[in-house]
């Protein structure tokens, strides 16, 4: 683990931190607590601590017998001015950075791709605890690397949840995530949702009025995904972030801050003279949202972060941000499973973030010009989408600030067969027949040659009686999820589709 020291003086930093860290192993799961450090691991450890000592201990192949020796990674020259468009147009340069067994490189493949440390390589972890620092110089945090966030996220669950045990989440959210804990025993309690994200108050009311003699243990973890919200595209303001922080606080929350998309923020106001004088990352940094993980003076926060939305998906690495007692313990998962983040990855992201690749700074050159990329495929989504679906009245949708998705309103209650349902069963159980029209648009929709996903493939419904009060969510999934990241064309005829499927099921 890499300690990430304090830097920047606006945000919350205090030298004292680390020894006033409250005691977190409260929060640690059954299995976390029983987990023994792998034995041949720490052995290793104690070696490395007197230079030339002979290994004859371990079962790693010899680098000699490696059969590579040299890797080319052609990447886009950072020189354009709009990278991603000269990239895309096949206008820009090209630049070859390399790793090397035997030559001088960041990252030697035979470190890489030698057996190492569940943690990650020092040189990856070392660049990516400087880009978190001159991001989100959280006050008092350790880095180590994992296989995307789905990887960290599971990791996390087990880390965190016994059975029986309720987690806090969004009332609609990735449910690959969330299903994945459930075989843990751990079961998930809806937080409400508006068109700004997870309402405080809401979380605020689940946890005051939590019974524990009929509920069980109050919820001890929020799992949230506070950019481009999975699947709704909502975006935390700063102001719901610090609300949600505190009620964190007040009630011994841990945040499981998941941002993949964290990176892909739109209508930016980046200024120029800052990327002039002080490069893009501190251009970025003064503009990006701030994150759960800058707030965290009290090391509750676990955030998340992924290559796979602004690199590539296959590279299957991304990276933890946590106190050091939680990233021990997760690296001691990681020791016992996984093993590590694969080397290749590692050695190119080493290369890419080093002195002859990118650096950090041309990284962030390319996630702005990534944005700007993106933000025109939104507008155009948006332009269409106008055309072709709010003509026709039957559905809505608002601009995304950041991410991938729009979140698509459809006005079900306009449809000739939408009802109310007359005998309601018990209170808090579904009043009408959205459930069962939406699931016939969205098979509508496949007739016709389009795919987008219903929300009722995201909805967590709450357990009987939890929301007696509240309207089901079944009574809410009038919604679908569509992603503007396809090309142009994709985006013209799939929402010319989705107008004339709109207007189609809406006459029967
Ligand atoms: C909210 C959210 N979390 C996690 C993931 C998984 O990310 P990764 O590819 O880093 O495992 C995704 C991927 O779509 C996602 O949308």
Redesign the pocket.
Known sequence: MVYIPPSHSDRAVDVGLKRRQPDLSRHLSTEARARLPNPIKSIWKVAQVKPGTINMGNGDPHHTLYPVCEMNFVVPSLDEQDPVQSWRQGTGDQQVISSYKDEPCALSLRTAMAYGAGAGLKHVRDALAELNDRIHAPPNHTVSLS?????A?TKCFRLLGNPGDSFLCEEFT?S??TNAALPLGIDWVPIRMDKDGLIPSDMEKVLANWDDATQGKRPHVLYT?PCSQ?PTGSTLSLERRRQIYQIARDWDVIILE?D??YFLQYDLDIRSSTVEQYGFTRAMAEVLPRSFLSMDNDGRVMR?D????VLA?GM?L?WVTCNDFFGEKLDMLTDSSSQHPHGLGQAFIAELLGNRGWGIDGFMKWVSSLCREYERRRNLFMDVFRREVVNTGLASAEAPQSGMFVWIKINLDCHPRYRAVVDAGLPGSAVSNTAELMDELFRKLLECGLVMMPASTFAIVDRPGHSATDSHIADRVNYLRATFVGTDETIENGLAIFGRGLEEFFCH
């Not at 296989?147 to 990887?151: I, V």
């Not at 992924?306 to 939305?309: G, L, P, Q, V």
């Open positions: 296989l995307g966030n789905a990887d996220l990735f690959a995530m995904i999975n998941d993949p998309y998340l992924s290559f796979s939305k998906p299957r991304g």
